[in-house]
């Protein structure tokens, strides 16, 4: 599947429900806020073995909803995530080249 597709699948799920009516700038923003601290809070407070012992499936169930939230924002700005995600790492790979990024966790400014 290609993401177009899963994004499609998304559009359609929310668009059944009538739900875009309610989708408004600052609603996704502060859904995507919310989605990403329920990621977090499955680790929060937790020593390494606790986080070791984190639901994969609680995990994945988190990320799609960050994924969903990123998909409404793309479609209200008309980004196609598939292009920008590209842009995105050319840029990154302009900024951390191997031979200079490689094995380093500096910033771009640093290297």
Same mark, same amino acid.
């Given at each position: ?26 609603? @996704?923003?502060?859904?995507?806020? $919310? ?8 680790? /929060?407070? *937790? +020593? ?24 409404? @924002?793309?479609?209200?700005?008309? $980004? ?8 995105? /790492?050319? *840029? +990154? ?19």
């Amino acid at each position: 599947m290609h993401l177009s597709e899963l994004e499609q699948e998304i559009m359609t799920f929310r668009d059944q429900r009538n739900w875009k009516q309610f989708h408004t700038l600052k609603d @996704l923003l502060i859904g995507l806020n $919310i989605e990403v601290a329920e990621l977090g809070e499955l680790f /929060l407070w *937790k +020593n390494e073995a606790e986080v070791a012992a984190v639901e994969k499936e609680a995990i994945a169930d988190e990320l799609a909803d960050v994924f969903v939230f990123v998909s409404y @924002l793309a479609a209200h700005f008309e $980004i196609d995530l598939t292009q920008a995600v590209r842009q995105k /790492l050319a *840029k +990154n790979q302009r900024k951390y080249p191997v031979d200079k990024s490689y094995n380093s966790n500096k910033k771009y400014t640093q290297i």
